[in-house]
Antibody, heavy 122, light 107 residues
Framework: QITLKESGPTLVKPTQTLTLTCTFS??????????VGWIRQPPGKALEWLAL???????RYSPSLRSRLTITKDTSKNQVVLTLTNMDPVDTATYFC??????????????WGQGTLVTVSS | EIVLTQSPATLSLSPGERATLSCRAS??????LAWYQQKPGQAPRLLIC???NRATGIPARFSGSGSGTDFTLTISSLEPEDLAVYYC?????????FGQGTKVEIK
């Protein structure tokens, strides 16, 4: 059974760096064809894809946020970490991590974490 | 960046009716399009992969069609539990993008 869970601060101040951890189970990020992505959703708004890391350490980023985003993986801990620098109130959103696999989901997001709401405010 | 435009913004139908949701891409995405369902307060759920393939465990009343720039999600007979926002997403080109969503209301 695949599960993912996001963790991190619920409140950050403007200009601070946000660090979110996605801890997962039921799959390995060293398995060929597997990836973990981050997606966010401002309150009442649409989903926005942020970043994705694959089993081979290939990394992809949203161009609009590329200068502020970093995604890394720790295969031994079954974790993926997302950092977003220079936080602004417009970054207030629920942040989701999600599993993707060439085999199980044709590279779409088939398992999602519950999401974590991050508020940016002084 | 590929822009996905969904219509209508809101769809209000009665149980048992047929729902037709549209997603139009600003350039061809071939068949690399998915549909997700997001119920209030929940994470999205994958419904359809590669335009027309139902994901595991998805009821047969959900179907997808289309290719290139025009795609459709059809719910053949609405159930009360289908109240949700539905998003399309493309993985043809980086960055992957989502549409703005269609809200399905049950009368």
């Amino acid at each position: 059974q695949i599960t993912l869970k996001e963790s991190g601060p619920t409140l950050v101040k403007p200009t601070q760096t946000l660090t979110l951890t996605c801890t997962f189970s039921g799959f390995s990020l060293s398995t060929s064809g597997v990836g973990v992505g981050w997606i966010r959703q401002p309150p009442g708004k649409a989903l926005e894809w942020l970043a994705l890391i694959y089993w081979d350490d290939d990394k992809r980023y949203s161009p609009s946020l590329r200068s502020r985003l970093t995604i890394t993986k720790d295969t031994s801990k079954n974790q993926v970490v997302l950092t977003l620098t220079n936080m602004d109130p417009v970054d207030t959103a629920t942040y989701f991590c999600a599993h993707t696999s060439r085999i199980s989901s044709r590279y779409y997001f088939d398992y999602w974490g519950q999401g974590t709401l991050v508020t940016v405010s002084s | 960046e590929i822009v996905l435009t969904q219509s209508p913004a809101t769809l209000s139908l009665s149980p048992g009716e047929r729902a037709t949701l549209s997603c139009r891409a600003s350039q061809s995405v071939s068949s690399y399009l998915a549909w997700y369902q997001q119920k209030p307060g929940q994470a999205p759920r994958l419904l359809i992969c590669d335009a027309s393939n139902r994901a595991t465990g998805i009821p047969a009343r959900f179907s997808g069609s289309g290719s290139g720039t025009d795609f459709t999600l059809t719910i053949s007979s609405l159930e009360p539990e289908d109240l949700a926002v539905y998003y399309c997403q493309q993985r043809s080109n980086w960055p992957w993008t989502f549409g703005q969503g269609t809200k399905v209301e049950i009368k």
